[in-house]
């Protein structure tokens, strides 16, 4: 293996001598030309940056290969810029040539030498160089409002010379945005309107609703823009909403003032150089209101149903009419009623009901009110205010209850206060057959009530025991005497101060005889009373006031018959009877003594507490006493918050020893 080593290395020494000696047969390298030299971008491109690119293709080609690749520059007026420059690195293009930053159309002279050091034939290129920005370009302004749908047109103003050396290629166009997508290039598919156009307009398209602001620039041949012009292209196809100010639900009694007002938010209401916006009423189809602007106002005061429309247009035109397609105008009711109802009693009174007072309202237009309405009473003849009674409102009619027990005697007369739905109101005091409207008072029979304690009606006043039962009694007559038979009467009975309850009341009915009666239950002194609350052809009727008066009941008893002189006290002890009262505590009790040949003495007072009891301790002393038969007695006085009469208990003996 180590042989075969030793025998390549020589090999290898041997063929490196024999290529480095010259021989005869060796070929001549060949020269190099530059074929199809393009400048990138185009040669007769003009370029917006001074530096340019260069690439062609070599002829012959590989495997002759290039030693250097030589260019020099040359001025716009053919004079040389600098030395040569000599690239030996790379040889198949010249990646960047730096030209002077003024504009102008510069050369470039180019060739690639052989290995063998020898040039090709040289060849010429153009680099046009502009970085001048043209003149601005104006957009002229885009008249008045546009329909949506419909294309836009913008007529531009040409860009004014001096025009740079790469002249104008045309104009940059963009909507609410911005015309070139670089700041300070435009490439040629940004050019939306080239300079060889035959007019001056480009179309913008369909646009949406709204204020679209467009902007322009002038571009010169190296795609340099200008500065940015704008104008503004104006769309709107929404008509005005219109709105009914002052406009009443229900009826209105007066002329109304109704108000409509046009709200835009485009191309507004407010007059200008591009259309004049109105706002306009219509009743019934016929116009009563018209105003160029936001706001028209109409007095509608008829008697009727108003039936209105109300609409505007806007500064483009648009109008909310209905018509071809447009939207629907406003609607609104305005209802007007500017007369009074027709306001009237009826002819006569019901002979079941005389109290009953009616009456009829009548309207053309809006209709009688079933809210308000009222009648009221005065003496015929009176002056005074007509006081209002109880009134039932209905639908075209008005029913009064006329409390005329409540009246003293004499004539009165009546007045109905009828109103309609738009608050119109009439009075009226004549029947639907032309009289007054009066009635005669008593209007019902009268009736008068006689009662008291018994049987039959006795005495209004009685002294009754504590705990008994009494007999209360009466009649029920017409003033004529006529017994007015299974009526009811209220007995009320009221208590004196300090009862529980404070009152009662019990309804009783008269028998064929017109009579009545019932037993009182046994309680405190109280008055009692009869009433009738009368009918539709009874008046009421009270009776006098009768007064019963209970006596009041006390217990005396002692603890001993006898008492020794000097010795154990006597306990005199007791309850006072408490039926129907609030609280016995606190009420005086008297205790009272007496001997043979004497009268009653007061020895001492005490209070009963809450359950009515009472006790008192007392000691014989005096020797006078001895063999006296003494009798002891509790009285109850008559006294503030005490519903009971004076009373008083059985004695009790006790002998003094």
Not at 481 to 509: K, Q
Not at 577 to 604: D, H, I, N
Request: overall charge neutral; proline content about 9%.
């Amino acid at each position: 293996m180590s042989g075969v080593r030793r025998e390549l290395a020589s090999f290898a020494v041997v063929l490196v001598a024999l290529c480095a000696l010259p021989t005869a047969a060796a070929a001549k390298e060949p020269l190099l030309r530059m074929n199809a030299v393009q400048v990138a971008g185009g040669e007769d491109t003009w370029h917006a940056e001074p530096a340019f690119r260069l690439d062609w293709t070599q002829e012959p080609g590989p495997p002759a290969m290039a030693a250097a690749v030589d260019y020099r520059l040359y001025d716009p007026q053919g004079n040389p810029i600098g030395k040569t420059i000599r690239n030996t690195e790379v040889v198949n293009a010249i990646g960047r040539i730096s030209i002077p930053p003024q504009p102008g159309a510069y050369s470039v002279e180019a060739w690639l030498e052989n290995l063998a050091g020898e040039p090709g034939p040289h060849v010429t290129a153009k680099l046009r160089f502009d970085d001048a920005a043209p003149s601005r370009a104006i957009p002229l302004p885009v008249p008045g409002w546009k329909a949506p749908g419909k294309p836009v047109s913008l007529t531009i103003d040409p860009a004014p010379a001096p025009y740079p050396l790469s002249g104008v290629r045309g104009y940059a166009v963009a909507v609410d945005g911005d015309p070139c997508a670089a700041p300070a290039w435009c490439s040629p598919e940004e050019i939306d309107l080239p300079t060889s156009a035959e007019t001056g307009e480009v179309s913008l398209g369909t646009l949406p609703e709204g204020i679209h602001v467009v902007r322009v620039a002038a571009v010169s041949g190296a795609g340099v823009p200008s500065s940015i012009e704008k104008t503004e292209v104006r769309v709107d196809g929404t008509a005005p909403v219109t709105a009914l100010e002052s406009v009443l639900a229900g009826w209105s009694r007066q002329p109304v003032q109704v108000t409509a007002v046009s709200q835009d938010e485009l191309s507004g209401m407010t007059r200008s150089q591009w259309g004049v916006p109105f706002t306009l009423i219509e009743d019934g189809g016929e116009q009563v209101a018209y105003a160029s602007g936001d706001r028209a106002t109409a007095l509608i005061g008829g008697n009727g149903v108003h039936e209105l429309s109300f609409y505007g247009r806007d500064v483009a035109g648009n109008v909310a009419d209905g018509q071809l397609g447009a939207p629907p105008p406003g609607r609104a009711v305005v209802r007007i009623d500017r007369e009074p109802p027709a306001v009237v009693f009826v002819a006569g009174q019901d002979p079941a009901e005389p109290e009953r007072i009616e009456a009829t309202v009548a309207d053309h237009h809006s209709g009688p009110s079933q809210w308000q309405g009222s009648i009221g009473v005065r003496q015929l003849g009176s002056e005074a205010e007509f006081a209002e009674l109880p009134t039932q409102v209905e639908t075209g009619r008005l029913v009064a209850h006329w409390d005329s027990d409540s009246y003293p005697p004499g004539a009165y007369e009546f007045r109905a206060t009828g109103y309609d739905l738009a608050g119109n109101s009439a009075a009226a005091r004549l029947r639907s057959d032309g009289r007054l409207m009066a009635l005669p008072n008593p209007l019902k029979t009268p009736i008068r009530i006689g009662s008291g304690f018994g049987a039959e009606p006795g005495p209004r006043q009685k002294l009754a025991p504590y705990g008994r039962w009494v007999r209360y009694s009466g009649r029920l007559r017409t003033v004529d005497g006529d017994p007015v038979s299974n009526a009811e009467v209220t007995v009320t009975e009221t208590f004196a101060a300090g009862s529980a309850p404070t009152t009662r009341t019990t309804l009783v009915h008269t028998s064929a005889d017109s009579s009545f009666s019932l037993r009182l239950p046994p309680g405190p002194s109280r008055e009692v009373s009869a009433s009738f609350g009368g009918t539709p052809l009874l008046t009421r009727a009270a009776g006098a006031r009768a007064r019963l008066e209970v006596r009041g009941a006390v217990r005396l008893r002692a603890s001993a018959a006898v008492a020794r002189i000097g010795g154990t006290p006597v306990v005199f002890s007791g309850r006072i009877g408490r039926l129907g009262v609030k609280s016995p505590a606190g009420k005086t009790v008297e205790l009272q003594f007496r001997y043979p040949g004497a009268g009653w003495s007061e020895f001492r007072t005490v209070e009963a507490n809450a359950a009515g009891r009472f006790r008192y301790a007392y000691r014989f002393s005096d020797d006078d006493s001895r063999g006296v038969r003494f009798q002891f007695r509790a009285v109850v006085p008559r006294q503030e918050g005490w519903p009971y009469d004076a009373g008083g208990s059985h004695p009790v003996i006790v002998t003094g020893r």
